[in-house]
């Protein structure tokens, strides 16, 4: 039974609980249960498109921001705020690359490999589409301020749509823990910086407990605001697919909204009749924070239609906590142990018939480079993806005919020290270091043979 008339409504999603909030509150947890919260809509009171191909009109009218921003030109499926309180910096203007070179290089059918660069995005990763949303949601309910915990891409997303409406923003971040690109950008935008001596979910617990206590308006994936816009990336792999669902969806995992976005996209799109099948979803941990390929491949963790053993992951999280667990990798976008967004997850592993990889930091960064070499870049934690799906492949669980989009979720000039590491200290398969010469035509050309 829904109880709100209007086109959207906050819900909780422990099917025991269902409890409603209206969509101009801001919770981020459900204030009956402390399950997370969904987004759900009233579909009969919309006026969805016929058919996906219609959003693609939109192209005509672009010099109308919400035509042109690539999350508000899908805004019938997050139809949860008025116009005139959505947020646009012209984030989601994003490509799906075709690449049979690096389709060639990993064995795949040529015209079957697909790079869905979110990088190209105004603060340079996917969490910009989760701004837009999350932000007209901060603006319809009059938010003051606002905070995030953060890896790095989120704090600086948040800073920039933060200063776009003029409300003040905080984020915090793990020392030490954070790409010198991200962090060069929070300062830049005029985010308050706050170092917490700790790892990312240090800084996740702080930041909820400092939102409640000071009422600033929350910007971390659990805010289901922000999900509502991430499902967007998938309506545009869908569009460079010529309207066409992929048979496989491989992205990274960190806190996990990503995939759980994704999947929402799905059932919706499903449930909508805008699509017949749902692809199958791969998610890639790294082996230095692989909770969620623990939790489902060794601990046998799953949706089981909402009725999720909780004690299953509490029971690793306190062994997490007894051996004083801290999680490392070099994709520091993903060194998360403590995802917020597990349940919605394995909700769209069930949708999705999803499966979960672990890769480790040596794979993550061969792939990388061939993701460069071949394609336009990416930070490592998007290069998780070419690296699990190297291993799926190897695995015959992808096949080679099989149409598949990975997620590259961050520009590469976000981690250069990754970067430059791996090529100047020839620390990989593609390492491509600098040349030393002294300044001397014929020595240079000599080293140039
Ligand atoms: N890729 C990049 C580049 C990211 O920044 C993140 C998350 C992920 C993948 C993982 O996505 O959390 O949806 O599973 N970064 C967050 C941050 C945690 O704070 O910037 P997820």
Same mark, same amino acid.
């Given at each position: 039974?829904?109880?709100?008339?209007?086109?959207?409504?906050?819900?909780?999603?422990?099917?025991?609980?269902?409890?409603?909030?209206?969509?101009?509150?801001t919770?981020?947890?459900?204030?009956?249960?402390?399950?997370?919260?969904?987004?759900?809509?009233?579909?009969?009171?919309?006026?969805?498109?016929?058919?996906?191909?219609?959003?693609?009109?939109?192209?005509?009218?672009?010099?109308?921001?919400?035509?042109?921003?690539?999350?508000?030109?899908?805004?019938?499926?997050?139809?949860?705020?008025?116009?005139?309180?959505?947020v646009?910096l012209?984030?989601?203007?994003?490509?799906?690359?075709?690449?049979?070179?690096?389709?060639?290089?990993?064995?795949?059918?040529?015209?079957?490999?697909?790079?869905?660069?979110?990088?190209?995005?105004p603060s340079?990763?996917?969490k910009d589409?989760g701004m837009a949303?999350a932000f007209?949601h901060a603006k319809?309910?009059g938010a003051k301020s606002c905070a995030c915990a953060s890896?790095g891409n989120t704090s600086a997303a948040v800073a920039l749509y933060a200063h776009s409406i003029g409300i003040k923003c905080t984020v915090f971040i793990?020392?030490?823990?954070?790409?010198?690109?991200k962090l060069s950008q929070a300062m830049d935008y005029g985010a308050q910086t706050i170092q917490?001596?700790?790892?990312?979910?240090?800084c996740?617990?702080q930041v909820?407990?400092v939102c409640?206590?000071l009422n600033m308006y929350l910007l971390n994936?659990?805010n289901?605001?922000r999900?509502?816009?991430?499902?967007?990336?998938?309506?545009?792999?869908?569009?460079?697919?010529?309207?066409?669902?992929?048979?496989?969806?491989?992205?990274?995992?960190?806190? /996990? *909204?990503?995939?759980? $976005?994704?999947?929402?996209?799905? @059932?919706? &799109? %499903?449930? !909508?009749?805008?699509?017949?099948? =749902?692809?199958?979803?791969?998610?890639?941990?790294?082996?230095?924070?692989?909770?969620?390929?623990?939790?489902?491949?060794?601990?046998?963790?799953?949706?089981?239609?909402?009725?999720?053993?909780?004690?299953?992951?509490?029971?690793?999280?306190?062994?997490?906590?007894?051996?004083?667990?801290?999680?490392?990798?070099?994709?520091?976008?993903?060194?998360?142990?403590?995802?917020?967004?597990?349940?919605?997850?394995?909700?769209?592993?069930?949708?999705?018939?999803?499966?979960?990889?672990?890769?480790?930091?040596?794979?993550?960064?061969?792939?990388?480079?061939?993701?460069?070499?071949?394609? /336009? *870049?990416?930070?490592? $934690?998007?290069?998780?993806?070419? @690296?699990? &799906? %190297?291993? !799926?492949?190897?695995?015959?669980? =992808?096949?080679?005919?099989?149409?598949?989009?990975?997620?590259?979720?961050?520009?590469?000039?976000?981690?250069?020290?990754?970067?430059?590491?791996?090529?100047?200290?020839?620390?990989?398969?593609?390492?491509?270091?600098?040349?030393?010469?002294?300044?001397?035509?014929?020595?240079?050309?000599?080293?140039?043979?």
């Open positions: 039974m829904n109880k709100f008339s209007g086109n959207a409504h906050i819900e909780c999603i422990n099917p025991q609980c269902q409890a409603q909030y209206d969509v101009n509150e919770i981020f947890k459900c204030s009956k249960c402390g399950d997370l919260l969904d987004i759900k809509y009233n579909w009969n009171k919309i006026a969805v498109p016929a058919k996906m191909s219609d959003f693609g009109k939109r192209w005509a009218s672009r010099n109308n921001a919400l035509d042109f921003s690539g999350v508000w030109r899908f805004r019938e499926l997050l139809n949860f705020c008025p116009d005139e309180h959505k646009t012209c984030e989601g203007q994003t490509i799906l690359q075709k690449n049979d070179m690096l389709a060639e290089y990993l064995g795949i059918k040529k015209g079957r490999l697909h790079l869905q660069y979110e990088g190209l995005n340079g990763s996917f589409n949303a007209s319809m309910t890896t793990g020392s030490g823990r954070i790409a010198y690109g917490i001596r700790g790892d990312f979910d240090d996740m617990k909820q407990s409640t206590k994936s659990l289901p605001f999900l509502e816009g991430q499902k967007t990336i998938m309506y545009r792999i869908m569009e460079g697919l010529g309207w066409n669902v992929p048979d496989w969806i491989i992205v990274p995992g960190g806190n /996990l *909204g990503n995939s759980s $976005a994704f999947g929402k996209a799905f @059932a919706e &799109l %499903k449930e !909508l009749g805008l699509i017949n099948r =749902v692809p199958r979803m791969a998610i890639i941990n790294a082996s230095g924070a692989d909770t969620l390929a623990e939790l489902v491949n060794k601990r046998g963790l799953k949706w089981n239609g909402g009725s999720v053993e909780e004690k299953i992951y509490r029971d690793y999280y306190a062994e997490l906590t007894a051996r004083n667990f801290s999680p490392h990798t070099c994709a520091s976008a993903i060194e998360i142990s403590r995802p917020v967004n597990l349940k919605k997850c394995l909700r769209a592993i069930d949708v999705c018939s999803g499966i979960v990889r672990a890769v480790p930091d040596e794979q993550i960064v061969d792939a990388k480079a061939l993701i460069g070499k071949y394609g /336009l *870049g990416c930070e490592p $934690a998007s290069a998780a993806t070419i @690296a699990g &799906l %190297k291993v !799926l492949l190897a695995e015959k669980i =992808v096949r080679p005919d099989e149409t598949v989009a990975c997620v590259l979720t961050g520009h590469c000039l976000k981690d250069p020290t990754v970067t430059v590491e791996y090529h100047r200290d020839k620390k990989g398969l593609f390492s491509n270091p600098p040349i030393e010469a002294n300044n001397d035509i014929d020595e240079i050309i000599r080293l140039m043979q």
